[in-house]
Nanobody, 121 residues
Framework: VQLQAFGGGLVQAGDSLRLSCAPSGRTFSDYAMGWFRQAPGKEREFVAA????????YYADSVKGRFTIFRDNPRNTVHLQMNSLKPEDTAAYYC???????????????WGQGTEVTVSS
């Protein structure tokens, strides 16, 4: 499975961005999908995850109420809608695919390259 994430950019605090990820190579609905992020000098951390058919979602406390993960299985895409962005959201954002819905980095088998999000104050 290959993952391509896109949609990052430079925005101001309070703005919105939508990240997208387009897996290829296997049936998209075979996988739970997750978004993680990594700021410079910090470990990669969980942001949001969604089950194979979208019925269950998990969020990190730091983004709950501001970020929404959703997927479009017919179009083989998963999105992360990010609203009310804060400077502390600045990081490289990664999408990941795995067999199990999880908030744990190591449970995901496939990773895309990061897309950079920078939020200025």
């Amino acid at each position: 499975v290959q993952l391509q994430a896109f949609g990052g950019g430079l925005v101001q605090a309070g703005d919105s961005l939508r990240l997208s990820c387009a897996p290829s190579g296997r049936t998209f609905s075979d996988y739970a999908m997750g978004w993680f992020r990594q700021a410079p000098g910090k470990e990669r951390e969980f942001v949001a995850a969604i089950s194979r058919y979208g019925g269950t979602t998990y969020y990190a406390d730091s983004v709950k109420g501001r970020f929404t993960i959703f997927r479009d299985n017919p179009r083989n895409t998963v999105h992360l809608q990010m609203n009310s962005l804060k400077p502390e959201d600045t990081a490289a954002y990664y999408c990941a695919a795995g067999n199990t819905l999880s908030i744990v980095v190591d449970t995901y088998d496939y990773w895309g390259q990061g897309t950079e999000v920078t939020v200025s104050s």
